[in-house]
């Protein structure tokens, strides 16, 4: 059976993850997490490779409940076994945060905002006094201009080597490599640039050049565009255009019994999909 991941994007406070942050969002140090009568039983919340962490909960409900039960090869009615404050865990949470692209997966999109909650609850577990939103993330830049209504950031890595000599005017106000650092590079550089700005209104002008990076982006001029702001709700919103922006589908066996899955099945298929194959 095909498992699908929507891919999503991890903000606290605004800014990406750090390294520091994961260490406190997938801490193991919580077996539980109840929401109304919903309760979250994580079986595995840990690193599995240097760069991708990752969690696993049994989601069960104590309501609605039923005082009795129906054989289903008699049909015979009868005393409900399970007390009401018992539950049965028949739904299954996986989620993956890969560190080196800076994005999230998790294989149920309605349950994002519990995996929201659950993470912040986190933070202010340590009294950080942070704020974690868990973004969708677009790759379609026509749906994306039909959301953004204000821009925080925008980045993109540069190459220029024989095959790439545009020159970007960012770039143009840089010394050279050697004369900035010291160092007389034998290989192409790469720049990354990153833009920053609180909240800033989008106008015609930045969409018509918003485009022309997208084409570039397009062409191979440069990689991995991001542009990160709100929309007219004044949600997060987040544009991404790289190799990871697609849902990643990964294929398992299902218990023939309980119709649910081998978590250690799911670990070892997402990360073939990943190409990162050094499960700890």
């Not at 830049?141 to 970007?168: C, G």
């Not at 990076?213 to 062409?219: T, Y």
Request: hydrophobic letters at 35%; a negative charge.
């Amino acid at each position: 059976m095909i498992v699908n991941f929507s891919t999503l994007q991890v903000l606290i406070d605004g800014s990406l993850v750090k390294d520091a942050d994961l260490e406190v969002l997938f801490d193991n140090s919580e077996q539980s997490y109840q929401d109304k009568d919903t309760y979250y039983l994580f079986d595995e919340i840990r690193k599995l490779t240097d760069d991708v962490y990752w969690f696993y909960a049994k989601i069960g409900c104590t309501t609605p409940y039923s005082e009795d039960v129906v054989d289903t090869k008699t049909y015979e009615s009868m005393k409900n076994p399970r007390e009401i404050d018992l539950l049965e865990p028949n739904k299954q949470l996986f989620c993956f945060y890969d560190n080196r692209t800076k994005l999230l997966f998790i294989n149920n999109l309605n349950l994002k905002g519990k995996v929201e909650s659950f993470f912040q609850r986190k933070l202010d577990y340590l009294e950080k006094q942070s704020t974690v939103s868990i973004s969708n993330v677009f790759s379609n830049p026509d749906r994306f201009i039909e959301t953004i209504a204000l821009v925080n950031q925008v980045k993109f890595k540069y190459r220029e080597d024989l095959f790439n000599t545009i020159t970007l005017g960012a770039f143009d106000m840089l010394p050279q490599p050697k004369e900035l650092l010291g160092l007389a590079p034998s290989n192409d550089m790469e720049y990354e640039l990153s833009i920053k700005m609180k909240e800033a209104n989008v106008t015609k002008d930045f969409l018509e050049k918003f485009k022309k990076l997208v084409g570039m982006r397009k062409d191979g001029l440069f990689r991995d565009l991001v542009c990160i702001g709100k929309d007219k709700n004044h949600l997060d919103t987040i544009f991404r255009l790289d190799s990871m922006t697609k849902k990643i589908d990964v294929s398992v066996n299902q218990d023939k019994k309980t119709k649910l899955f081998d978590p250690s099945d799911i670990t070892k298929e997402f990360l073939k999909k990943l190409e990162r194959t050094d499960c700890l």
